[in-house]
């Protein structure tokens, strides 16, 4: 089993949807929780970063964290065709000595937003 | 200002061969990464140096060896190309504050082929 599964898509919805996309972990150490796009050809870029359990909202993008259940997602209100990209879900650890801050990534969503 | 650069952006060469990637990055961060993404996509940590000292080598093969002549460049360095070297290697930097491990920053990537 992996320590972060993400459901790898396609996921296809119509312009102006809302989208979640989401992903479980096993590894009860992660305390650092990120959403990363990724357009074809370039590198991760950085959405959302939460520390530990709680919700944050930035402009049409909400994280949400749920530790208990081992669970995040992010949600993507009123979705443009721009948004059409991969999107990585990230974890690390707070121990610096053994983890060192590696992120651990799931496998990717790719999300297509039809206009 | 690119913030984390990579050079080259795409390199193509024969197996057996020894070649350099090269990063830098201009946020003044004090830890830099080499993360692989396959061809699934899949991004996997390989190394992280803090001040310049190795923190994580990912079971990685001796072939690889990454270099840091300062907080700012990380370099990686593979002798004896396989075919299974093909894939995409993106450098990053973060910064620890406040205790905290801070989000990680990206590079565009360098896409290696082995012919």
């Known amino acids: 089993q992996k320590e972060v599964e993400q459901d790898p898509g396609p996921l296809s919805v119509p312009e102006g949807a809302i989208v979640s996309l989401n992903c479980t972990y096993s590894?009860?150490?992660?305390?650092?929780f990120m959403w990363y796009r990724q357009y074809s050809r370039k590198g991760p870029e950085l959405l959302m970063y939460?520390?530990?359990?709680g919700n944050k909202e930035d402009g049409r993008f909400t994280a949400q964290v749920d530790k208990s259940s081992k669970y995040i997602s992010l949600f993507i209100r009123d979705s443009q065709p721009s948004d059409s990209a991969t999107y990585l879900c990230a974890m690390s650890a707070d121990i610096w000595r053994e983890y060192g801050n590696k992120l651990v990534f799931g496998a990717g969503t790719i999300l297509r937003v039809k206009s | 200002d690119t913030a984390v650069s990579q050079t080259p952006k795409y390199l193509v060469t024969q197996m057996g061969n020894d070649k350099s990637i090269k990063c830098e990055q201009n946020l003044g961060h004090d830890t830099m990464y080499w993360y692989k993404q396959d061809s699934k996509k899949f991004l996997k940590i390989m190394f992280s140096y803090n001040n310049k000292e190795l923190i994580i080598n990912e079971t990685v093969p001796n072939r690889f060896s990454p270099k840091s002549p300062d907080k700012a460049h990380l370099n990686l360095h593979i002798n004896s190309l396989e075919l299974g070297d093909s894939a995409v290697y993106f450098c990053?930097?973060?910064?620890?504050?406040?205790?905290?491990?801070?989000?990680?920053?990206f590079g565009d990537g360098t896409r290696l082929s082995i012919l």
């Open positions: 990053a930097s973060s910064q620890r504050w406040a205790g905290r491990n801070q989000p990680q920053h």
């Open positions: 939460t520390y530990s359990s």
């Open positions: 590894n009860s150490a992660f305390q650092y």
